[in-house]
């Protein structure tokens, strides 16, 4: 989204939704009050490169803790939210249950914790932008002619151990991905242009025909795309992953 309003500035308006409240705490935080979000970051900044390793990783779940707590105010949660997506294991977002964040700590020498100059430049791009916060069926208010929308679901898991993450609470099963599905055909018939991406089943069993069923009416096609985090250092490089769509010659 941030390339795309940037590279035509002749759209005048965007809508971004995701489930995650602390996610969308953020991106509203970076909007309307970026320079209080600076100050905050640049602070939290200072502290963490000062101390030694260990004590690093304190002040990591130390922060960890208070931000699952969801009792600080708009700015503070945006800010560590960015804190502990710079310094946690590999830059996971990952929820337990309860819907508390519980990626360990990671090693990074010099995180960079505050960007000041893309956060103001991202603050300029979001003032176009209406941020929602929800499930996705609810945007359907938006599908029409003029409408492109794009899908970047918790993608399906292809082996046992790429499960291991949860981006929300209330997970995202196979009846969920039958969910979009469904409202993929419901703002086709509206005539909204949509893309969706999800993982490709056949890069661990070729018979594996899930998407290729359910998706059956759309047009699929794999693309080759880099996966920098497994915990085994041979299953990172390039892996196909779905584009599905009913944009003709997408």
């Known amino acids: 989204m941030f390339w795309i309003l940037q590279a035509y500035p002749n759209i005048e308006r965007a809508v971004i939704n995701d489930i995650n409240p602390e996610l969308i705490c953020t991106y509203r ?56 997506n710079r310094t946690c294991f590999n830059g996971l977002y990952r929820v337990n249950s309860k819907g ?57 898991p292809i082996t046992e151990t790429s499960s291991f993450t949860s981006y929300a609470k209330e997970g995202f ?25 999800n993982s490709d089943p056949k890069n661990v069993n070729p018979s594996e025909n899930f998407f290729d069923n359910l998706y059956n009416h759309f047009i699929i096609k794999r693309v080759s795309a880099a996966r920098m985090i497994n915990s085994d250092a041979s299953g990172r490089g390039a892996i196909s992953e779905l ?5 003709v010659n997408a």
């Not at 176009?128 to 599908?143: H, Q, S």
């Not at 991905?177 to 005539?191: A, E, M, V, W, Y």
């Not at 584009?243 to 944009?247: A, G, K, L, T």
């Open 243 to 247: 584009m599905i769509s009913n944009v």
């Open 29 to 84: 935080v970076i909007k309307e009050k970026v320079e209080e979000l600076i100050v905050e970051l640049a602070h939290i900044h200072d502290e963490y490169i000062s101390l030694g390793a260990e004590d690093r990783k304190a002040y990591f779940l130390e922060r960890r803790a208070l931000f699952n707590t969801k009792r600080i105010d708009w700015v503070e949660t945006a800010a560590l939210f960015i804190f502990l």
């Open 100 to 156: 508390e964040f519980n990626v360990p700590h990671g090693k990074y020498a010099n995180p960079r914790i505050c960007d000041a100059d893309n956060l103001r430049a991202c603050s300029k791009v979001l003032q176009k932008v209406e941020i929602l916060c929800g499930d996705f069926a609810e945007t359907e208010r938006y599908a029409g002619p003029d409408t492109l929308f794009y899908f970047d679901p918790p993608y399906k």
């Open 173 to 197: 099963d196979d009846a969920e991905q039958i969910r979009l599905r469904d409202f993929c055909d419901q703002i086709s018939t509206n005539k909204a242009l949509f893309v969706a991406s």
